[in-house]
Nanobody, 125 residues
Framework: QVQLVESGGGLVQAGDSLRLSCAAS????????MGWFRQAPGKEREFVAG????????EYVDSVKGRFTISRDNARSTVYLQMNSLKPQDTAVYYC??????????????????WGQGTQVTVSS
């Protein structure tokens, strides 16, 4: 089992920045690709960003490219999501996820093995 605990969400204004953190425990962190998903009310869970086990490859949904950056600190078993130039449409519950799969980062939520409890991000206009 892998336990994931997110932190860093909050209420901000459009144009502001936030950094989400996700601390992992329970298994070897470097055995997992890590990702961030989000879910707005009435919508399906959406892939936001992913990073491979070594941190060498990242992937983003088009709507956040150039604004969000995913990174990981394998020594601290933590993955981060730096979110800049936030927009009201970024408002959602953000979830951290871990995937024990191969070298490909999947954007399909049902592929990911473990999930955090989520942290709310609200961006006001």
């Amino acid at each position: 089992q892998v336990q994931l605990v997110e932190s860093g969400g909050g209420l901000v204004q459009a144009g502001d920045s936030l950094r989400l953190s996700c601390a992992a425990s329970g298994r070897t962190f470097t055995n997992y690709n890590m990702g961030w998903f989000r879910q707005a009310p009435g919508k399906e869970r959406e892939f936001v960003a992913g990073i491979t086990k070594s941190g060498g490859v990242t992937e983003y949904v088009d709507s956040v490219k150039g604004r969000f950056t995913i990174s990981r600190d394998n020594a601290r078993s933590t993955v981060y999501l730096q979110m800049n130039s936030l927009k009201p449409q970024d408002t959602a519950v953000y979830y951290c996820a871990a995937d024990s799969g191969g070298i490909v980062i999947s954007q399909r939520a049902n592929v990911w093995d473990y999930w955090g409890q989520g942290t709310q991000v609200t961006v006001s206009s």
